[in-house]
């Protein structure tokens, strides 16, 4: 008896573990959409993040329309195997009461620049 209730404790156990350690290690992609409408608007909203042969990126967007107005907001970042990255957030809506907009964004040459603390690490030789 106390050898079938091992046997059952442990067969519980290793099913999550066994499909929880094979969606880690093949998260190469991940995607995701959501669409809405209805009698008040309509919203979509997506995220797609990728891995490939040292890039990486992720991608959000979600907009919105109803009867008071409209609105869109973005994010994207972006990073390669050469060190070098970007980053941007826009935003933008549009209602009764006016419109307007909204940007973020940065981005560094890791193939050429260093920031401020890797240069001053490697200038004390750290």
Same mark, same amino acid.
Request: glycine share 16%.
């Given at each position: 008896? $106390?050898?079938? $209730?091992?046997?059952?404790?442990?067969?519980?156990?290793?099913?999550?573990?066994?499909?929880?350690?094979?969606?880690?290690?093949?998260?190469?992609?991940?995607?995701?959409?959501?669409?809405?409408?209805?009698?008040? +608007?309509?919203?979509?909203?997506?995220?797609?993040?990728?891995?490939? $042969?040292?890039?990486?990126?992720?991608?959000?967007?979600?907009?919105?329309?109803?009867?008071?107005?409209?609105?869109?907001?973005?994010?994207?970042?972006?990073?390669? $195997?050469? +060190?070098?990255?970007?980053?941007?957030?826009?935003? +933008?809506?549009?209602?009764?009461?006016?419109?307007?907009?909204?940007?973020?964004?940065?981005?560094?040459?890791?193939?050429?620049?260093?920031?401020?603390?890797?240069?001053?690490?490697?200038?004390?030789?750290?």
């Amino acid at each position: 008896m $106390r050898t079938i $209730r091992r046997t059952l404790a442990a067969s519980a156990l290793a099913v999550p573990l066994t499909l929880g350690a094979a969606g880690i290690a093949s998260a190469d992609s991940y995607g995701s959409t959501q669409v809405q409408a209805g009698p008040d +608007g309509a919203a979509t909203h997506s995220v797609q993040a990728d891995t490939h $042969r040292g890039s990486s990126s992720f991608h959000e967007n979600s907009t919105a329309a109803g009867p008071d107005g409209a609105a869109t907001d973005s994010t994207s970042a972006t990073a390669d $195997r050469d +060190g070098d990255s970007q980053y941007r957030q826009h935003s +933008g809506w549009a209602g009764q009461d006016g419109a307007g907009s909204d940007e973020t964004h940065s981005s560094t040459d890791g193939g050429h620049d260093q920031g401020v603390l890797s240069g001053t690490l490697g200038a004390i030789g750290l």
